[in-house]
């Protein structure tokens, strides 16, 4: 999963984009308003952390403006004064969630996991797909209750195949939204965690996880099987 | 309550008025009196020059009058109108029919060739009367004649009470009218007075901002330096909360970097140094609340409360999408409340924010206008507050920023923010399983 962070205090946002990096996200991140709106429009995000006092162009702006152009991804709000008129005025413009800072580092992090459940549709953070289970908070994924061992780029993979699992994604798209803008990246590589991954997943070829699409992409060939409405974590 | 200034005008025109129209009154009265008096004694001088011009001597010296006068009231028995002519010593030598049947007591003061006047009565009525003595010269030498003339005061009387009926109706109408006419003039007068103590109700009230309308030029320095004093406080406001915003984003910020470097390290400094930032952030949060919170002020306006409560419903509903909670809000569309905009957002916000915190499925929101004062109740099902953490929000003068977190912080803010207003939080146990919150404003 791909996050934009736009805050212009420098070691904030390197805190949070270490943070998020460690914790299995693609991050980029932008230091003022301007930059932050035009890296929202221009790439494929799944998500953005945006500070409201930015200089150049306010927090509110830039949702009301992604909006308006139709970027559907979730936000998150950061607020130093925790005002509820500027929280309301957030939220009315297109947010939907807000964090008061100071907050501690898991908080930002289970909020975010939720909102990227919630706008995937997936209410619970464990996912189950027959002998398959997914867990987002944790980012592990079990076969018949035995985790498996998966690198972070193959969990990411997984998650975003599941968390879009109604669509078809093409490689170019696996490939922006499981590396940030500074990677060098090599499409290629995608197949190889494919292919990997279906050994993983299905060492015996009859459960077909990951379908591919010839010439269009790959799609999740799995539907969930758990409904539990609880949701723990957010 | 003091007059106002409508009735303390009206009030003295009227007294003067009275003052004016009384004195008037009584000097016309007495000037007409005066007057019909006059006449009437003139009248009894020429009644007196006929007498003595129809007189005159016969053959044996004696004073003569003719039977039938040329004033033919004295020729009627019933007249209102008496006369006679006596000698010195009370000889009657002529009397007017009119004496025949009325016995009229004549003075006997005279001083001969002098008009006497006095006023008179018998048992029954009153006379004006007038005696004239003149000397009337014979062959043996001179006789003293004396000239007696009365009129009934009746005839008077009724000329003057009818006067006064006359004067005193025409007063009483004119002062009524004027009287009309003075309140007619103090109201439009007073109109633009009028007209701002209704802007300022409006005002008060949440239908405007500002004093509006053409006003007289006398005002119109107070209205504008009113409607000044109106805006600079809203820009004043403003640039106090900006500079408080600011403030909180330089000290926040710098506080989210020392909570992610916590966040970072591990051991037993951990939590100590995040008990510390936890306490300047819980300082920080409750000084810089209380700075920003407006509190009662003069003329400040009444809001509408089902805008702000729907925007805050919506805003956490939005947030707790998964909870799935059902809000109940039973708030008219009329209730007003006398807070200023950012102090309601933030009452409500920590109110509801605890509220869907807390909730599992339910919260009702509610409010009533009861004796000029707005009662907002919030009811959740959730596991509601403990007795000792009740008294302890519910504690004034204690600092919030000393409350441990949960639901102690907001609500604190929340109860120290009403004491700006003089209101009052109460904490009961909800019939949905929860905490009911009273705010009483």
Same mark, same amino acid.
């Given at each position: 999963m791909r996050l934009l962070i736009i805050e212009d205090e420098p070691n904030l946002r390197e805190q949070l984009q270490k943070y998020l990096q460690q914790n299995g996200f693609a991050v980029d991140v932008a230091e003022d308003g301007e930059a932050g709106f035009f890296m929202g429009r221009e790439y494929p995000f799944?998500?953005?952390?945006?500070?409201?006092?930015?200089?150049?162009?306010?927090?509110?702006?830039?949702?009301?403006?992604?909006?308006?152009?139709? #970027?559907? *991804?979730?936000?998150?709000?950061?607020?130093?004064?925790? #005002?509820?008129?500027? !929280? @309301?005025?957030?939220?009315?413009?297109?947010?939907?969630?807000?964090?008061?800072?100071? *907050?501690?580092?898991?908080?930002?992090?289970?909020?975010?996991?939720?909102?990227?459940?919630?706008?995937?549709? @997936?209410?619970?953070? @464990?996912i189950q797909f027959d002998s398959i289970s997914i867990n987002t908070s944790h980012q592990s994924v079990s076969l018949k209750g035995h985790e498996l061992v998966l690198t972070a780029y193959e969990y990411k993979v997984v998650e975003y195949l599941v968390m879009n699992s109604d669509k078809v994604i093409s490689k170019t798209e696996l490939t922006e939204h499981i590396y940030d803008q500074d990677f060098d990246r090599d499409s290629n590589v995608i197949e190889v965690f494919v292919g990997r991954l279906r050994k993983k997943l299905d060492p015996e070829g009859h459960l077909k996880p990951i379908e591919t699409l010839r010439g269009r992409g790959y799609r999740w060939g799995l539907t969930q099987t758990n409904t539990n409405e609880n949701d723990n974590a957010s | 309550m003091k007059l106002s200034i409508h009735s303390r005008i009206l009030l003295s025109a009227f007294i003067v008025l009275a003052l004016f129209m009384g004195l008037t009154g009584i000097i016309l009265d007495k000037a007409f009196r005066d007057n019909v008096e006059h006449a009437q004694r003139e009248n009894l001088r020429t009644q007196i020059y006929a007498l003595l011009a129809t007189a005159e001597l016969d053959d044996a010296e004696y004073l003569k009058l003719p039977e039938q006068n040329m004033e033919p009231r004295l020729n009627i028995s019933e007249s209102t109108l008496h006369a006679r002519v006596i000698t010195s010593n009370k000889k009657i030598v002529w009397q007017s029919e009119s004496m025949l049947n009325t016995k009229i007591p004549f003075p006997d003061n005279y001083k001969t060739g002098e008009f006497y006047f006095s006023d008179i009565s018998n048992n029954e009525k009153s006379f004006t009367s007038v005696t004239f003595a003149t000397i009337w010269l014979t062959v043996e030498g001179e006789d003293t004649y004396i000239f007696q003339v009365a009129e009934n005061k009746n005839v008077f009387n009724s000329q003057i009470s009818l006067f006064r009926k006359n004067l005193w109706g025409w007063l009483a109408g004119v002062s009524v009218i004027l009287i009309i006419i003075q309140t007619i003039i103090l109201r439009w007068g007073l109109k633009p007075l009028r007209h701002v103590a209704e802007d300022l109700?409006?005002?008060?009230?949440?239908?405007?901002?500002?004093l509006s309308g053409n006003y007289p030029r006398e005002i119109t320095p107070l209205t504008n330096n009113l409607n000044q004093l109106l805006e600079s406080s809203q820009q004043q406001l403003t640039r106090y909360r900006d500079a408080l915003g600011n403030m909180a984003h330089s000290l926040k910020t710098p506080i989210a970097v020392l909570q992610g470097i916590i966040d970072s390290i591990s051991g037993k400094e951990k939590d100590t140094a995040c008990e510390q930032l936890n306490t300047i952030n819980n300082i920080v949060d409750y000084q810089l609340n209380r700075a920003s919170t407006v509190g009662q002020t003069y003329l400040s306006e009444a809001i509408k409360l089902l805008p702000t409560s729907i925007k805050i419903v919506n805003t956490l509903g939005k947030v707790h999408r998964d909870k799935n909670i059902e809000v109940q809000l039973n708030i008219s569309e009329e209730i007003m409340i006398k807070i200023e905009q950012g102090d309601l957002y933030e009452l409500l916000g920590n109110l509801l924010e605890n509220a869907f915190k807390w909730s599992q499925s339910k919260i009702s929101i509610s409010a009533e206008s009861v004796n000029k004062q707005t009662w907002i109740t919030i009811e959740d099902?959730?596991?509601?507050?403990? !007795?000792?953490?009740?008294?302890?929000?519910?504690?004034?003068?204690?600092?919030?920023?000393?409350?441990?977190?949960?639901?102690?912080?907001?609500?604190?803010?929340?109860?120290?923010?009403?004491?700006?207003?003089?209101?009052?939080?109460?904490? *009961?146990?909800?019939?949905?399983?929860?905490?009911?919150?009273?705010i009483k404003l």
């Amino acid at each position: 999963m791909r996050l934009l962070i736009i805050e212009d205090e420098p070691n904030l946002r390197e805190q949070l984009q270490k943070y998020l990096q460690q914790n299995g996200f693609a991050v980029d991140v932008a230091e003022d308003g301007e930059a932050g709106f035009f890296m929202g429009r221009e790439y494929p995000f799944d998500m953005a952390i945006v500070d409201l006092g930015l200089p150049k162009l306010s927090g509110i702006e830039i949702i009301q403006k992604w909006r308006e152009l139709e #970027k559907s *991804f979730p936000v998150l709000i950061l607020t130093a004064r925790g #005002k509820w008129q500027d !929280k @309301v005025e957030g939220l009315e413009a297109g947010a939907d969630d807000y964090l008061v800072k100071p *907050f501690q580092h898991e908080e930002l992090l289970a909020r975010t996991r939720a909102l990227l459940r919630r706008s995937a549709g @997936v209410s619970q953070p @464990v996912i189950q797909f027959d002998s398959i289970s997914i867990n987002t908070s944790h980012q592990s994924v079990s076969l018949k209750g035995h985790e498996l061992v998966l690198t972070a780029y193959e969990y990411k993979v997984v998650e975003y195949l599941v968390m879009n699992s109604d669509k078809v994604i093409s490689k170019t798209e696996l490939t922006e939204h499981i590396y940030d803008q500074d990677f060098d990246r090599d499409s290629n590589v995608i197949e190889v965690f494919v292919g990997r991954l279906r050994k993983k997943l299905d060492p015996e070829g009859h459960l077909k996880p990951i379908e591919t699409l010839r010439g269009r992409g790959y799609r999740w060939g799995l539907t969930q099987t758990n409904t539990n409405e609880n949701d723990n974590a957010s | 309550m003091k007059l106002s200034i409508h009735s303390r005008i009206l009030l003295s025109a009227f007294i003067v008025l009275a003052l004016f129209m009384g004195l008037t009154g009584i000097i016309l009265d007495k000037a007409f009196r005066d007057n019909v008096e006059h006449a009437q004694r003139e009248n009894l001088r020429t009644q007196i020059y006929a007498l003595l011009a129809t007189a005159e001597l016969d053959d044996a010296e004696y004073l003569k009058l003719p039977e039938q006068n040329m004033e033919p009231r004295l020729n009627i028995s019933e007249s209102t109108l008496h006369a006679r002519v006596i000698t010195s010593n009370k000889k009657i030598v002529w009397q007017s029919e009119s004496m025949l049947n009325t016995k009229i007591p004549f003075p006997d003061n005279y001083k001969t060739g002098e008009f006497y006047f006095s006023d008179i009565s018998n048992n029954e009525k009153s006379f004006t009367s007038v005696t004239f003595a003149t000397i009337w010269l014979t062959v043996e030498g001179e006789d003293t004649y004396i000239f007696q003339v009365a009129e009934n005061k009746n005839v008077f009387n009724s000329q003057i009470s009818l006067f006064r009926k006359n004067l005193w109706g025409w007063l009483a109408g004119v002062s009524v009218i004027l009287i009309i006419i003075q309140t007619i003039i103090l109201r439009w007068g007073l109109k633009p007075l009028r007209h701002v103590a209704e802007d300022l109700i409006n005002i008060e009230q949440g239908k405007t901002t500002r004093l509006s309308g053409n006003y007289p030029r006398e005002i119109t320095p107070l209205t504008n330096n009113l409607n000044q004093l109106l805006e600079s406080s809203q820009q004043q406001l403003t640039r106090y909360r900006d500079a408080l915003g600011n403030m909180a984003h330089s000290l926040k910020t710098p506080i989210a970097v020392l909570q992610g470097i916590i966040d970072s390290i591990s051991g037993k400094e951990k939590d100590t140094a995040c008990e510390q930032l936890n306490t300047i952030n819980n300082i920080v949060d409750y000084q810089l609340n209380r700075a920003s919170t407006v509190g009662q002020t003069y003329l400040s306006e009444a809001i509408k409360l089902l805008p702000t409560s729907i925007k805050i419903v919506n805003t956490l509903g939005k947030v707790h999408r998964d909870k799935n909670i059902e809000v109940q809000l039973n708030i008219s569309e009329e209730i007003m409340i006398k807070i200023e905009q950012g102090d309601l957002y933030e009452l409500l916000g920590n109110l509801l924010e605890n509220a869907f915190k807390w909730s599992q499925s339910k919260i009702s929101i509610s409010a009533e206008s009861v004796n000029k004062q707005t009662w907002i109740t919030i009811e959740d099902d959730g596991q509601g507050i403990p !007795k000792e953490e009740q008294e302890r929000i519910l504690l004034r003068g204690q600092r919030a920023d000393q409350n441990t977190p949960g639901h102690g912080l907001g609500l604190a803010m929340v109860n120290d923010m009403l004491l700006l207003y003089k209101g009052t939080m109460e904490i *009961f146990k909800s019939a949905l399983g929860g905490a009911k919150i009273i705010i009483k404003l």
